[in-house]
C-alpha cells in the first residue's frame, strides 16, 4: 500500500504541476468597457493616419478616402456599442478551483482505488512470489489422496482422480487398481474406458490386449466416432495384424485430427504401411 501510494502521489504532483499553475495564476482582472474603448479608439487612429498618408501619396483618391473612413467609423461604432452591451465578467474563480482541485484530486484517487482496486494486491507479502509445486509436494498431495479413499471407498469420482493421478505419475499398476476401483462409473463412459484400457496396457507391457481390448470395444458400441477410442482400436489391431480393421478405424479418425500435424502424419505413416502389409 505505501508503495502505491508514492506512485500515486507522484502522479497527481505532476499533473497538479500541469493544471495548476494556469488556474492559480490565471488573469484576474478582466479588462473593464473603458479599456476596450481605449484600445479601439487607438487602433482606429492608427488606421485613420495610414489613410490619410495613402490619400497625401495619391494611392488613394477623395472618394475613396471618405469611404473607407466611413467604414472604420462604423466598425468602431459597432465594437464600442457591443462593449456597452456586453455583460460584466465576473472576478475569477481560478484559485478556488486550484484549491478544489488540489484537495480533491488525492481523495478521489483514494475514493477510486478503495471502490475498483485491490489493497491486498499491494501487501509484500501478497506480491511475493508463489513457492513452486516439485514433485515431492505432487506425490504427498496423491498420497493424502489415496489415504482419503480407504476412508471413502465409495466415492467414485475421488477413485477416478486417484487413478488418474497415478497415471501422470507413471504409476500404472496403482492407477489400474484405482480404475479398478470405479467400474461401475467407467463403465458407461467411453472416455474412462479408453484411459483405463491405455493404463491396463502400460502396466502389463502386452499390448492391448486381453482385458484392455475388452474395454475398446465397449467404449466404441458406447461411442463408434470417439476419437480415443478409434486411435486405440486402430492400435490394438495393428498388433494383432488385422491390417482391414486397422484401417477402417484410422482412416474414420483423420477428420477428427488437425491436417499436417504430427498425429496425423503417424495416422497416415501407419495406414499406408498397414496397406502394404495387407
Known amino acids: 500500500m505505501?508503495?502505491?501510494?508514492?506512485?500515486?502521489?507522484l502522479i497527481i504532483v505532476a499533473v497538479a504541476a500541469m493544471i495548476l499553475p494556469s488556474l492559480w495564476f490565471a488573469r484576474r482582472r478582466q479588462p473593464s468597457g473603458a479599456d476596450r474603448k481605449a484600445a479601439n479608439l487607438a487602433i482606429f487612429r492608427d488606421q485613420l493616419a495610414d489613410l490619410e498618408r495613402e490619400r497625401n501619396e495619391g494611392s488613394l483618391d477623395e472618394s475613396e478616402f471618405e469611404q473607407a473612413r466611413n467604414e472604420l467609423q462604423r466598425r468602431l461604432l459597432e465594437e464600442v456599442e457591443a462593449g456597452d452591451e456586453a455583460e460584466p465578467v465576473p472576478a475569477s474563480t481560478s484559485r478556488p478551483t486550484a484549491v478544489a482541485l488540489l484537495v480533491l484530486l488525492p481523495l478521489a484517487a483514494l475514493a477510486a482505488y478503495t471502490v475498483l482496486g485491490n489493497p491486498r494486491a499491494l501487501d509484500p507479502v501478497n506480491t511475493a512470489p508463489q513457492k513452486q509445486m516439485t514433485a515431492a509436494d505432487i506425490e504427498g498431495m496423491v498420497a493424502k489422496l489415496a489415504a482419503r479413499m480407504q476412508q471413502n471407498p465409495d466415492d467414485m469420482n475421488g477413485w477416478l482422480m486417484l487413478a488418474r493421478s497415478y497415471k501422470m505419475l507413471g504409476r500404472y499398476a496403482e492407477s489400474v487398481e484405482a480404475y479398478a476401483k470405479?467400474?461401475?462409473v467407467i463403465e458407461k463412459d467411453p472416455e474412462l474406458l479408453a484411459s483405463y484400457a491405455e493404463t491396463l496396457a502400460m502396466a502389463s507391457g502386452k499390448g492391448l490386449s486381453g482385458k484392455a481390448r475388452e474395454l475398446i470395444d465397449k467404449a466404441l458400441k458406447l461411442d463408434p466416432q470417439h476419437g480415443h477410442t478409434l486411435f486405440l482400436a486402430g492400435a490394438a489391431a495393428m498388433e494383432a495384424g488385422d491390417a482391414k480393421n486397422g484401417i477402417a478405424y484410422w482412416e474414420a479418425l483423420l477428420?477428427?485430427?488437425?491436417?499436417?500435424?504430427?498425429l496425423d502424419q503417424m495416422l497416415r505413416n501407419g495406414i499406408e504401411q498397414m496397406k502394404q502389409g495387407k
Open 255 to 262: 477428420p477428427q485430427v488437425e491436417a499436417g500435424s504430427e
Open 182 to 184: 470405479a467400474e461401475p
Open 2 to 9: 505505501t508503495q502505491f501510494a508514492i506512485y500515486a502521489t
